[in-house]
């Protein structure tokens, strides 16, 4: 690899140091997401594998960093590469430093817009173990999760997001050749509807059929009989979420703008909306309101919003939030007809709720919207252009795809392999305990989960607030 790029970077130019200063904020909000998901996994399970789930948490967040590093960053986000992926012209993080990265990220230091979307890649992998908790051993998770966030995370967030990815340009697809400008008309996804929420929903979508359902899981039936160990953790871990989704949907203006201030306020709209929703839908069923489901919905509401965050307005946040928290609601007990184990929704959360979200954006984006950072966009179904909507099912339905069918073969594939087995045992079984991780199957400490203990579902515990 050579250490000369091609062409010299372009100059960075200060647009002042408040925006330098907001991104590292958002950086750091960013970074506290995923021990908030750790928090809110852990005070759902039950207390002897709490531990357990917190540290995959925390270990795929230290092996994802690793990766980005290495050549994550680059496949992702390199401006030199094809329509599908990136190339390795930034691995290493060579010749990313203080100027300004063309058009994606001009405005802030290159080596600090990958820092901060180094947090993103961390989270998404973290958000895949809510389908699998209990059941999975460490070591295998994390060939996984390495794996997945290159075959899966970093091409669908190519597509996305960088210059020339094919989602973002799916109008004029013939302008991401290296010897075109691309047109940059194509699906709108501000924050990661697709790479982060759909991508990793069904991901673990796979994960939980390969292997497969907990000992005892009476899939199909009520699940409001088995509470969290400690709700108060679930209530915490939301709140480090939702306060952390400020950094992850406000600053992806990269740079301190009114359309920053317009993203950070839709999301809080979209979050309160969908707790509200999904509680009043929790009172019809079952005439309660639990702690659990409004954490629930919160987080539906932050999903949704995500892709849509930079392109409506307030009043169109409180109609997605409104949606998404019935939606997603209603979808976590699709589980159930079906008989797959999606131990705390997951799937019903994050893929239904992002992919709801990206459809909603191509309905509710308005052009004034982009303006406020000088963004010229074409808005979506309110502002008269219907085909947008089409753009955001096509893009959603790729990205589900890929990363349902990469998860499904690599999980197939690491299962055959002699000490990767990635569930315990013949039937699904509970993490090692810490004294067994990276343990074969005949010398790990397993722990069979039995219908008594089963880990209660995110959304169908009625927990005492």
Known sequence: MSSTPATPPPPFTDPGSPSIGF???????????????????SGLSRSKNAGSIFMACMLAMAVVTVQWVLFGF?????????????????GGFTNVGIPAIPVVAVAIPGVLFALYQMQFATVTAALIFGSVTERIRLIPTTVFVFLWTTIVYDPVAYWTWADRGWIRNMACLSTT???????????FDYAGGGPVHIASGFAGLAYCLIIGKRRGAAV??????????????????????????????????????????????VTTVAAAAAALSWAFVDTIRTGKVSAVGFCSGAIAGLVAITPASGFVAPWAAIVIGLVAGVACNYATYIKNVFGFDD????WGVHAVGGFLGNVLTGIFAQKWIGLLDGTAI??????????????????????????FFVSFVLLYAIDKIPGLKPALGEESYAFASFNGIGATDSSATMIGVEKKDMVPSIVHVTGEA
């Open 23 to 41: 991104m590292i904020a958002a950086t750091a909000l960013v970074f506290i997401m995923t021990p908030g998901v750790g928090l809110l996994y």
């Open 177 to 187: 050749a290296l010897d075109q400008t691309p047109c940059g008309i194509g699906s």
């Open 220 to 265: 199909g039936e009520h699940s409001g009989e088995f509470r969290s160990h400690n709700i108060p953790n679930v209530i915490l871990g939301t709140a480090l979420l939702w306060f952390g989704w400020f950094g992850f949907n406000g600053a992806l203006a990269l740079a301190a703008t009114p359309r920053a201030v317009m993203a950070g306020t």
């Open 378 to 403: 074409n808005g979506g179904w309110v502002d008269g252009n219907w085909v947008q909507v089409g753009y955001q099912v096509g893009g959603s339905v790729a990205i589900a795809a890929w990363s």
């Open 343 to 346: 131990t705390l929704d997951a």
């Open 74 to 90: 680059s496949l992702a986000f390199s401006e030199t590469g094809s329509a599908v992926i990136g190339n390795f012209a930034w």
